[in-house]
């Protein structure tokens, strides 16, 4: 029996600590085990400055707690398994050299840890304290309120109880009006007038068979381990260039539509989950990725086109900024798949991507505008297309902070409506993409959704909702739908017999340039950091898709440079660009635009021909061998070991 009550020990950092010592049968010490017991707790609070982790000087001091509590009479051993503090702990306590942390400067940075916990509580209750006069958390209804009492109470933030609601559905209410009015247009405002409405035969029965179509082929693909939106482009492609023609039977104005709603359901589902503390820790490496490899492509393309080509250096870096603009419909898919499976979210890898893939687009479609104003305004304002680019920053960033705060608060807590937190958010998202356009801010939309998503996710986090709610979980559904859709729309863009062979080859070697140019920029972009060569090779891969925004910006200098002969010829009657010579003034020079931009929206739509699938394969097949596959379950593995 005294064998069996012997006391066990455990092996702490090479020494041997009693955990618990045996009392006697009946319940009662003597001075012998009193005194042993003493002497190890004092042991234990010894080694406890020797623990290599907080976490475990917690549990020993939580041992001993335990051990206070316990009654005198035990009548059961029990051993006490330290593990090895976990490797990370280590890596942030010591120096690149490897040297090992030492108690005291464990201690000294236990000390800094518990000032700054404090220092951030203390300003927390001055942020308190200035605010708690408005804030309905700082005060409470008396048991029996009076109406002036409940009437100040109401007025209180965030808005709650009858006011919140009453807010919330005037918002939803206004929300759809403003969708309605800037995609319908008139149709949306008051009046009695008969408003005419052309729509092209055959646009719904065209969608209908191109969202089937396109699912069936992604699925397909998807069965051979090739991205699915692969099957998606190409089914649009054999549908605008292979009879019986389905997809050019779709209205333009639908087309546009279609897109631009799929294109927000994929940017809130990315940005929703966007990390704010991965991304306060990347963000100059974020602004480096969205500038430094744009600006050295349009360089590039400008450089290419002027010397292979022969077009002007304005068109070259009109060319050059359309082709910059990386598509966020192909990266961000394609990026949150790989997230879904866990690669390379530790580093950050999707959040710095994503991040950066719409102020990518907004320098692009920035520059390209000024530099299109330039070309077509006889009498340009220099001073609004200089600022353009900053003026569509300043609008996006008000418009999403403004909105997201909103839809933060509203629906009202305690329980807020998922679907009205789905309309809302969805209605902000469509009321900035669609309301850029009427504004003439068109770089504004994209980014707007970002921050307004973003900000969004930071304050539902806070409220209790987690990364995956009901909110996300409807936009995954929605996407299942609008994906097939909106790649193969992409693929209609392209219409084989419109071609021009001479383009096209010497296009071709403009583009490789400038993907050269850019993958060599994206590289160098996000070194500096923690990511390492292979993880730094990938993103330079996924900063190589195009799609979206070169569909929607390649027909605008085409479309510009035509209208001002049609003009022209219509003052001029009896002239045609077949007889005119080079010197013969105004038509001369108005029928070299009209080249230059069938020029550029060859070049555009080869290099959605040429990118968008080849982009996509390269992220689905690089990912899961250059990048680390980090999940919870792996972590929370690594930490039981």
């Known amino acids: 029996m005294s064998e069996d009550r012997k006391s066990r020990k455990t092996s702490l950092h090479g020494k041997k600590v009693n955990i618990m010592t045996v009392l006697n049968e009946g319940g009662k010490t003597d001075e012998n085990q009193q005194k042993e017991i003493t002497t190890e707790r004092e042991n234990n609070s010894v080694i406890q400055q020797d623990v290599k982790g907080v976490k475990y000087r917690d549990l020993v001091e939580k041992e001993n707690q335990e051990k206070e509590k316990e009654d005198t009479t035990l009548r059961f051993h029990h051993t006490m398994v330290v ?5 990370s702990f280590l890596e942030n306590n010591a120096n690149e050299a490897g040297t090992e942390v030492q108690p005291e400067q464990l201690n000294q940075e236990i000390v800094k840890k518990d000032l700054k916990d404090k220092s951030e509580t203390t300003n927390k209750k001055k942020k308190v304290s200035c605010c708690s006069c408005l804030l309905a958390s700082q005060h409470q209804l008396p048991p029996s309120p009076s109406m002036l009492e409940r009437g100040r109470y109401a007025l209180l933030c965030p808005p709650h109880d009858c006011l919140g609601t009453l807010l919330t559905y005037s918002l939803a209410v206004f929300t759809v009006w403003g969708v309605a009015y800037c995609i319908l247009g008139q149709v949306a405002l008051p009046g009695t007038d008969p408003i005419q409405v052309t729509v092209q035969g055959g646009t719904v029965f065209a969608l209908l068979v191109m969202l089937v179509v396109a699912y069936c082929a992604g699925w397909l693909l998807q069965q051979i381990k090739m991205p699915p939106l692969l099957g998606m482009l190409l089914t649009g492609i054999v549908l605008k260039n292979v009879p019986p023609y389905v997809a050019r039977g779709v209205d333009p104005d639908w087309y546009a539509a279609t897109r631009s709603i799929a294109l927000v359901v994929i940017l809130l589902r990315a940005c929703l989950g966007l990390n704010p ?50 598509s966020p419909a192909v990266v961000v898919s394609c990026l949150l798949s790989l997230q879904d499976r866990g690669f390379g979210v530790t580093k950050g890898i999707p959040t710095l991507v994503i ?6 687009d907004v320098l692009a479609i920035s520059c390209f505008t000024i530099l299109l104003g330039i070309t077509f305004n006889t009498e ?3 001073a609004l297309l200089l600022l353009h680019g900053p003026l569509e920053v300043v609008v996006a960033v008000v418009w999403g902070l403004g909105w997201g705060i909103l839809i933060t608060f509203l629906p009202p807590q305690p329980n807020p409506s998922p679907l009205l937190r789905l309309l ?3 209605g902000g998202a469509l009321l900035a993409l669609f309301g850029s356009d009427l504004i003439h801010l068109k770089g504004a939309g994209a980014l707007a959704i970002l921050v307004m998503a973003f900000v969004a996710g930071v304050g539902w986090r806070r409220q209790g909702w987690g990364d995956s709610n009901p909110v996300t979980e409807s936009l995954a559904a929605l996407w299942t739908i609008f994906q097939p859709l909106l790649f193969s729309l992409i693929g209609a863009e392209i219409q084989v017999d419109a071609l021009s062979p001479h383009t096209v080859a010497w296009g071709l070697l403009v583009v490789l340039c400038g993907i050269s140019a850019r993958t060599l920029a994206a590289f160098l972009a996000v070194g500096g950091g923690k990511n390492n060569k292979r993880e730094r090779l990938f993103v330079a891969l996924a900063w190589m898709p195009k799609a979206t925004v070169q569909a929607a910006m390649g027909p605008l200098a085409l479309g ?3 209208e001002a002969l049609d003009h022209y010829l219509s003052e001029n009657p009896g002239q045609t660009c077949t007889d005119v010579g080079p010197d013969e003034g105004d038509l001369a020079t108005l029928c070299s635009l009209v080249e230059h931009g069938k020029q550029l929206l060859t070049i555009a739509v080869m290099v959605i021909l040429l990118t968008a699938p080849l982009g996509a394969i390269a992220i689905m097949v690089a990912g899961p061998r250059l990048l680390n596959k980090d999940t919870v379950e792996k972590v929370e593995e690594k930490e039981d070991a």
Do not use: H
């Open 83 to 87: 593990k090895k503090p976990p490797l």
């Open 277 to 326: 503390a991965i991304l306060k820790r990347l963000s100059a490496m974020v602004f480096r990725l969205a500038f430094l490899p744009c600006i050295a492509e349009a360089t590039a393309v400008a450089i290419a086109s002027y010397l292979f080509l022969g077009l002007p250096w304005i068109w070259g870096f009109m060319l050059g900024f359309i082709l910059a603009a990386v």
């Open 355 to 360: 991040a950066a893939a719409s102020m990518d």
């Open 380 to 382: 340009p304002n220099m």
């Open 424 to 426: 809302l958010l969805g």
């Open 560 to 562: 510009k440079a035509q």
